[in-house]
Nanobody, 116 residues
Framework: QVQLVESGGGLVQPGGSLRLSCAAS????????MGWYRQAPGKERELVAR???GGCTNYVDRFTISRNNAHNMVYLQMNSLKPEDTAVYYC??????????????WGQGTQVIVSS
């Protein structure tokens, strides 16, 4: 089992910045990827950024994902925030299983509201 705890969300004005954090605990040695998703009202959950063993990929130009050396924490630096970035942001961890299948774990979500 893997537990994920997010922090750092809140209310910010357009053009501002936020830094989200996610800490993984439990059977973290089985994790082979960690990333961030977001879900806005009326929309499907979308991948924002993800780190694999080989590196990280950002899918929003203004956001940057990073991780610690132990690969049990990820961060999301969000700059130049826009109202359309308003969403619940979820931390995600992918667990590799002995049968080569994957299982996804999710944090509780942290609300980001970009508004003046």
């Amino acid at each position: 089992q893997v537990q994920l705890v997010e922090s750092g969300g809140g209310l910010v004005q357009p053009g501002g910045s936020l830094r989200l954090s996610c800490a993984a605990s439990g059977s973290t040695s089985s994790i082979n990827a960690m990333g961030w998703y977001r879900q806005a009202p009326g929309k499907e959950r979308e991948l924002v950024a993800r780190c694999y063993s080989g590196g990280c990929t950002n899918y929003v130009d203004r956001f940057t994902i990073s991780r610690n050396n132990a690969h049990n924490m990820v961060y999301l630096q969000m700059n130049s925030l826009k109202p359309e970035d308003t969403a619940v942001y979820y931390c995600n961890a992918r667990e590799g299983r002995p049968d080569s299948s994957f299982h996804h774990y999710w944090g509780q979500g942290t609300q980001v509201i970009v508004s003046s």
